[in-house]
């Protein structure tokens, strides 16, 4: 089929093309910057040059591919954050442009793939921290999400959900994907990434009882699930997450191993509400992961690293 790519440079893009690629399919990625379009062919796609929120380079570009599938991978999640970031990330650059590519974007490319007759569409979403926080540890895409999640850019991504599941002139799938770990996932848990430091320096500790419950995603099994949803699967939400949705106070003494670092400090609740706030605090102690049952039975992905025991120990980067 032919497939265009919104975001093929991203984390997730870079490990979705070229599994696109040895499908048989043939892939259009676009970037914002002429400077990667080196990057794009490497991967083994056509590159076409285009900023998401402009919606006329987003009709001409997709226009140019004549796509049966449009894939939307876009974020602005790289951008360095501060300490006051961390605290608010509702108000940081990256936030604020994420929340548009998940609005005005995921609009202007439903219009193009309309406008074309593309006849699927799937969009990242974001699946962590987002239950209610009532009922078992390991939640649906059936259940409830949490009326009162201080979860940043929650409304953009729930927009970003309705309005893509709900296009009638095509099939819509938004895949929630769990915390991305792996090679190039900067921001997460790659030995280089922005938590590897804290851990290391046992700056980032289990609060109260740790039992908020995550749920993880290695980079190359997301990109095998979204290269799946590309082929088949009902319009819906999925959730792309591993086997073993496990608290806080489980996970991290095994990911800090698999780093050289030491053991977590724990610190009692009141103390990390004082230092992280309370949405950091209801992520370490409170939140609900996510079961991906949905996604095997539907789609019949097989994640290769069922477990984050098994994706730490081997599949860091
Ligand atoms: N579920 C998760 O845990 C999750 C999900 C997403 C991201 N993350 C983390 O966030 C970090 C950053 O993600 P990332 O590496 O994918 O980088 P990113 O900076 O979020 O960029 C993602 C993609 O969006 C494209 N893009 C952004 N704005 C655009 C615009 N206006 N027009 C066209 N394209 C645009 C970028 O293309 P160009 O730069 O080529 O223009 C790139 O391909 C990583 O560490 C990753 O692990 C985690």
Redesign the pocket.
């Known amino acids: 089929m032919k497939v265009f790519v ?8 870079r490990e979705l093309v070229p599994q696109l690629v040895a499908r048989g399919h043939e892939v259009v990625g ?4 002429a400077s ?1 379009q080196d990057l794009v062919r490497g991967l083994g796609a056509r590159p076409v040059v ?4 402009d919606p006329d380079a987003v009709a001409q570009a997709v226009a140019s591919a004549e796509p049966e599938v449009i894939v939307h ?7 360095k954050m501060s300490i006051r970031d961390a605290r608010h990330p509702e108000r940081s650059f990256a936030f604020t ?2 929340n548009r ?1 998940r609005t005005e ?1 995921t609009d202007n490319l439903l219009a193009a793939g309309r406008a074309v007759g593309a006849r699927r569409f799937v969009a ?1 979403s ?1 699946g ?1 921290f987002r239950f209610a926080r009532t009922g078992g540890p390991v939640q649906t895409e059936a259940d409830p999400l949490d009326p009162d999640s201080r979860q940043p850019g929650l409304e953009a991504i729930l927009y970003l959900e309705q309005a893509v599941t709900m296009i009638e002139w095509g099939e819509g799938l938004a895949l929630r ?4 770990y792996g090679p ?5 848990l ?1 030995p280089d ?1 922005v938590m590897a430091g804290p851990i290391r320096k046992r700056r980032f500790p289990i609060v109260g009882d740790g039992g908020g419950v995550w749920s993880h ?1 290695h ?1 190359e099994d ?1 990109a095998t699930a979204t290269a799946i949803a590309v082929e088949r699967g009902q319009p819906g939400i999925y959730n792309i997450v591993d086997d073993e949705p496990a608290p806080v106070r489980e996970w991290l003494p095994v990911l800090a191993s698999a780093l050289g670092a030491q053991p977590p400090r724990r610190v009692p609740r009141w103390l990390g509400r004082l230092a992280a706030g309370e949405a950091a605090t209801a992520m370490m102690t409170d939140v609900r992961g996510a079961s991906n049952e949905k996604a095997k039975r539907e789609l019949g992905w097989q994640p290769r690293y069922p477990s984050w025991r098994l994706g730490f120990a081997q599949g860091l980067g």
Request: no cysteine.
């Open positions: 919104a975001g093929a440079t991203g984390v997730l893009g676009m970037t914002r910057s990667k285009a900023d998401a929120l991978q876009l974020t602005a999640l790289s951008g442009m994420t590519l974007a990242q974001f962590a994907y769990g915390g991305f190039g996932t900067s921001t997460s790659a990434g995603v980079i997301a």
